[in-house]
């Protein structure tokens, strides 16, 4: 659906040229949600917008739904960018036009007739659940509303393809669920490509299938959200899960040292991890262990569990055989 192949782009600041994109490859497939995390300066927005060709890359290719991005000219990229919308952190609405005149505007450029609109319109917005938002004007809405109609302003010319540039980070964590939601519904109704940028790990978790970690401009991780999210094997993606969980390293380590017996981190991942294995292994293997740190949530909509537990005495081995017999993942965190 989407390809982007070895993309370099460098600004100019003060006569310095500052690099923002530096050989980025990526892939994304047709109704796949894909979210790309980092830090601030990393190259999110650029990568983002050069997926439209807001931004032109100095050099490497932009395809989307088989089509080459830079070889179509002014018109052409018009209507390409059509099946290619976007929503914003700070919503971009219009402030001197009502919602149902926001939710219109694409259309209305589009060249829609004055009679399709209004019942297209009218449809959009119930689909976001603000039919009864219509005549409001932006600054009458809340953040979370001004979102809905930015969503439903994106849908109107049935995009393939739904951008969004930091769409939550307005916004309290309740409403951030709630667009998540909204979001995951319509990658699932409309099979609609979503590409979405941010810093949180949690957005990731929730409504991503894979994920990049982009770092300085280039992607130092990727694939699915629970081999990245569970298992990261970049400094960067292992501080954005961390900065998840809400953990400090240095503080579980000080904590960790003072426990006795080996440490082991257990993955669960599927419906066992409501099982009750781990009580059903300590008693068959016949050791003793203590809880130093977990977390029971779900990826999408997978359940998963990450316990950090200590052990001592009895059967290590038959204990390990015994998890991993059952799909649990096993790390020995010290030996
Ligand atoms: N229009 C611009 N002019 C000059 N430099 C820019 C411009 N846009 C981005 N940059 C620089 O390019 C680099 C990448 O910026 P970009 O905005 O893509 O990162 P980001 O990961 O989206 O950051 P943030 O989360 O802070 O928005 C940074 O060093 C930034 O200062």
Redesign the pocket.
Known sequence: MIQLEQLHKS???DGRR?P?LQGVDLRVEAGEVFGII??????????LRVINLLERPDSGRVSVAGRDLQALDAAGLRAARQKIAMIFQHFNLLASRTVAQNVAWPLRIAGWDAARIGPRVQALLARVGLADQADKYPAQLSGGQKQRVGIARALALDPQVLLCD?ATSALDPETTRAILDLLAELNEELGLSIVL?T?EMDVVRRVCDRVAV?ED?RIVEQGPVAQVFLHPRSATARRFVLAAEHVDEGDQNDDHAHVAGSLWRLTFFGERTYEPLLGEVARQANLDFGILAGRIDRIKREPYGQLTIAISGGDQATARRLLAERGVQIEELRA
Not at 40 to 45: E, F, L, T, V, Y
């Open positions: 600004y100019e600041v500052v923002a980092g830090a601030s300066g990393a190259g999110k927005s650029t990568l930091e940028i810093h982009l401009g």
